[in-house]
């Protein structure tokens, strides 16, 4: 059976795993995912990912989860885009998540980034998610 929203079940992982203390979560590999979990290292909200190899070839990602103190770094994770309502947005429209605290996840035609860097390099796209 194929997973209709497989950003989504990643998402899900994540925040599951952050609420059970996991310090690390394991999910099917996709170069959309990876794309999104480059960003959230790159931005300090999960410790690192890496792709690992798994029986019969299948490539899975192996996510290290971020803590403070004991608590999750990411406090809100929302997924924004879903298969059954795309959200667009060009990049005059995206407004800054929490006042620039937050990060919206963003699907643009030069690759997955930071509602920052699309602001930097004046390009719209789909908005994937919002991490605070």
Not at 19 to 25: F, V
Not at 42 to 64: P, W
Not at 75 to 102: A, F, T
Request: include cysteine; charged fraction near 25%; proline fraction near 5%.
């Amino acid at each position: 059976m194929s997973m209709s929203d497989p950003l989504g079940d990643m998402l899900a992982r994540i925040k599951n795993g952050q609420h059970a203390k996991k310090p690390a979560i394991e999910c099917p590999h996709s170069n959309l995912r990876e794309s999104v979990c480059k960003v959230l290292t790159e931005e300090g909200f999960i410790r690192g990912y890496e792709t690992v190899t798994a029986e019969g070839n299948k490539k899975n990602l192996m996510i290290e989860l971020k803590y403070d103190e004991g608590q999750p770094v990411i406090r809100e994770l929302k997924r924004i885009s879903k298969p059954g309502r795309r959200v667009y947005s060009k990049i005059k429209d995206l407004q800054p998540y929490h006042n620039g605290l937050g990060v919206s996840v963003i699907s643009t035609p030069q690759g997955v980034m930071t509602d920052h860097t699309a602001r930097n390099e004046n390009v719209g796209g789909e908005v994937l998610c919002q991490v605070f």
